[in-house]
């Protein structure tokens, strides 16, 4: 059974960095796209990042362009967003996410093309 687990949520203030970690049990890494997804509270889940399962094409939100970098580490079934610059409205939980498709240069920023989730974690900027 596929299984997601995302760390390294927190407070912290305007300006600050934080990087989350997405561990992924129970399936490989090296066959997947994966994304990270939040939702504040009020709004739908949006799509913040994704990186293909060759590593070769990824996607930004425009809000996090130059702020939010994703990352993969195979060896260590791993997935990263190391997020810079936070500002308030980047406040909400975090979520990964694996693709359905299993296509090497494939990513998108569609909830429902994907299939397994992690329990989210906490983000919250403030000072």
């Known amino acids: 059974q596929v299984q997601l687990v995302e760390s390294g949520g927190g407070l912290v203030q305007p300006g600050g960095s934080l990087r989350l970690s997405c561990a992924v049990l129970g399936f490989s890494l090296d066959y997947s796209t994966i994304a990270w997804f939040r939702q504040a509270p009020g709004k739908e889940r949006e799509g913040v990042s994704c990186?293909?399962?060759?590593?070769?094409?990824?996607y930004y939100l425009e809000s996090v362009k130059g702020r939010f970098t994703i990352s993969r580490d195979n060896d260590k079934n791993t997935a990263y967003l190391q997020m810079n610059s936070l500002k308030p409205e980047d406040t909400a939980v975090y979520y990964c996410?694996?693709?359905?498709?299993?296509?090497?240069?494939?990513?998108?920023?569609?909830?429902?093309?994907?299939?397994?989730w992690g329990q989210g974690t906490q983000v919250t900027v403030s000072s």
């Open positions: 990186i293909s399962r060759s590593g070769g094409s990824t």
């Open positions: 996410a694996i693709g359905r498709r299993d296509i090497a240069s494939w990513c998108s920023r569609v909830r429902s093309d994907f299939g397994s």
